[in-house]
């Protein structure tokens, strides 16, 4: 949570599930860079890691409410979203027919980014589903991002309405 990148954590538990969890790190890379623990040591003992973790779960707190304020604000009717108890992301599910990996093209013209859904089905793709990530972003960048996906999406949604609008019977 703190720092993704660094890749190094630690576990508390019994000793026969330590023992185990060390065997699949083992098996799965030998060990982590042993620079990277020390310093993170160093700064946890410090009494500078809480005081971070303090800020960064502020600074993600005023992120999250940024984002689903936006959603709610800025996203069409039909248009639905999670509510994350963790992480950095919120997954959103566009009204039906709108495909999210059809829509990103045009999002990122417009400077918007996020990941369709399909990039991380298993068995089930949800052609409507994307991820969005507030990891980074200052609240007026969610808001303004949200903003124009918003527009995109009801542009969509007008145009396919259009397009299912039903042709004069003929006799």
């Not at 060390?22 to 799965?28: I, L």
């Not at 013209?109 to 793709?125: D, K, Q």
């Amino acid at each position: 949570m703190s720092f993704p990148g660094l890749r190094v954590g630690w576990a508390v538990g019994p000793k026969p599930l330590l023992d185990r969890l060390r065997s699949a790190k083992e098996a799965a890379d030998l060990h982590t860079d042993q620079l990277s623990q020390a310093v993170l040591l160093e700064f946890a003992e410090s009494g500078r890691l809480e005081r971070h973790l303090a800020r960064v779960l502020r600074a993600n707190s005023e992120r999250l409410a940024a984002t689903l304020e936006a959603c709610r604000e800025f996203l069409p009717a039909g248009t639905r979203w999670t509510r994350p108890e963790g992480g950095m992301n919120v997954w959103v599910r566009l009204p039906e027919p709108l495909d999210a990996g059809e829509l990103l093209a045009r999002a990122q013209r417009e400077g918007v980014a996020y990941l369709p859904g399909r990039y991380f089905a298993v068995s089930r793709l949800d052609p409507g589903a994307l991820r969005l990530s507030f990891a980074g972003l200052v609240p007026e960048q969610i808001r303004t991002g949200l903003a124009i996906l918003g527009r995109i999406i009801r542009v969509e949604l007008e145009g396919a309405a259009r397009s299912f609008e039903p042709s004069p019977a003929m006799v």
